[in-house]
């Protein structure tokens, strides 16, 4: 995502890595965010539906940002840019769409996540930024899928639209 | 949302309550979950196209999480209920659509939460649950939009569907 939008293909995916998620970092996310019996105690928790401390959907998405803005991070420092040379900018987000939370995230799951763009979109409102979309999941340790979404990104383009590069 | 199903109607709204976004507590979101330079550091962030710090868009949803579930301790503590009367229980969430950051979330700003109830499904794959969807939304203090989506919760029946009272 550190390239230009020009360089983006549709199809491709990346892995992002491995999150473990503790007892107490689930109960530490939601002190903060999302205090219910189920994501704060393991005894009100085995008593809920779910039957024991699960994670804040809010927690298991957070994390995949975290895990995304490192997967950006190793891109930048893999490629070579002339000196000078300016590198393409990542903007803003306008949203996520179609956030799913599947199967509950359990106090010792080991959670993959991954990214891959479907889409991408010129856009004749902004022409020096094109919108890329991707589909993201995580994975337990069991293959269940535990959050699927699409997420959309800003990314500057190499050749304003309409301009001769 | 404590109250079963059919007590809900399709139209109501709630106030959540405001949030302060102090340049701390930003910071503190990014270096966990969201560790990009306009989201952590002041001096980057004025040389980024945002200009100056701005929250995790993740930031501004989980603090919804927070005044929702405060929203809901409240609504239950205001309830009335027999001894020995079951409270009805509120369900997993499938998911979000449509979430949406329309405007930055800069340091100062005071956000106000609000929810609105704006459609009901009853399932049958589970028919003793009904899924309520609500828009909901956070407005910065010169009431522009920051935060829009639609969340999705399951609510337990009175009466199971199929079923006489």
Chains 1, 2 share one sequence.
Do not use: C
């Amino acid at each position: 995502m550190t390239r230009y939008f020009e360089d983006i293909r549709i199809g491709e995916q990346a892995s992002l890595g491995d999150h473990r998620f503790t007892a107490e970092e689930i109960v530490s996310f939601a002190e903060r965010f999302d205090p219910q019996p189920f994501h704060l105690d393991e005894q009100a928790a085995a008593e809920s539906h779910f039957g024991g401390l699960v994670a804040s959907g809010w927690h298991t998405a957070a994390v995949w940002m975290r895990l995304m803005v490192s997967h950006w991070q190793r891109q930048i420092e893999a490629e070579a840019y002339a000196p000078g040379e300016r590198r393409p900018r990542l903007g803003v987000s306008p949203g996520i769409r179609a956030l799913k939370w599947q199967t509950p995230v359990r106090v010792g799951d080991t959670i993959s996540y991954s990214t891959r763009v479907t889409g991408k979109e010129e856009l004749t409102s902004r022409p020096q930024w094109g919108l890329v979309i991707s589909r993201n999941e995580g994975v337990n340790q069991d293959g269940r899928e535990v959050l699927t979404f699409l997420s959309q990104v800003f990314v500057e383009r190499r050749t304003v639209a309409g301009q001769q590069p």
